[in-house]
């Protein structure tokens, strides 16, 4: 890793820790610090996008797209719903699912012939399913005319990490490992967002979702570059 990598991962980390503490401030009762979080928040995947460029010696475009989804879902989601009509998070859920399928044919697609496919790693499918079903109901007993738009989103977001165990065989151990936790902090945030949108609003669950979310979308990326 070169100098412009390591300041531009150096500048990604200092925005992530002030969006965070932004986001601590605020459900803190500080409202007047509301402006760090929308100040910082455009900037997360931008950064890390740029981070990925420069640092990757095989540009997948399909992670590309991947990650401008998570940016206009980010985006989308810093907007204010007026009369609680759900529009602009209908916007952010569309585009997240986006990046989630983009995850997926870039996974697909490194795969390849499954030449490498271990056939072992079905057990690490099982998780992902099992974690499925339990959400699934307890979740879409609040979503209202939504429900069948959260239950493509949580098929999908399954099958993004379902999609990292085609890797193991495939490349470093270190690349897999990375891209199958991070798979998993991903979807333990849309479960404390969903969880946050639709059931109750918990203390800290801004910073939790976004601290799980830059992270697995952090191990997503370096999980590409290593394998």
Known sequence: MGVPQ???LSIFCSIVFLHLLGEFLYDRGFENVKIIRYLTKPFLIP????FYILTTTLLNWWIVIALVGGFLGDVF???????????????????????????VVAFILIANDFSHYQWWSVF????????????????TKHT??????????????????????????FGTTTGFVLLYVGSWFFV??????????????????????MFTYILGQLLLVLGIIHL
Do not use: C
Request: aromatic letters at 12%; glycine letters at 8%.
């Open 6 to 8: 390591i300041v531009l």
């Open 77 to 103: 989601l810093m907007v204010p719903d007026p009369k609680e009509k759900k529009l602009w998070l209908r916007f952010g859920l569309i585009s997240f699912l986006l990046g989630h399928i983009f995850y």
């Open 47 to 50: 950064l890390l996008l740029s």
């Open 188 to 209: 333990i945030s849309d479960i404390i967002n969903g969880i946050g949108k639709f059931v109750i609003q918990f203390k800290y669950e801004r910073v939790i979702t």
């Open 144 to 169: 209202g005319d939504m429900t069948m738009a959260v239950t493509a989103y949580i098929i999908i977001i399954a099958l993004m990490g379902i999609s990292t165990t085609f890797l193991l065989g």
């Open 124 to 139: 690490l499918i099982i998780p992902f399913v099992i974690g499925a079903i339990i959400v699934h109901p307890r979740l």
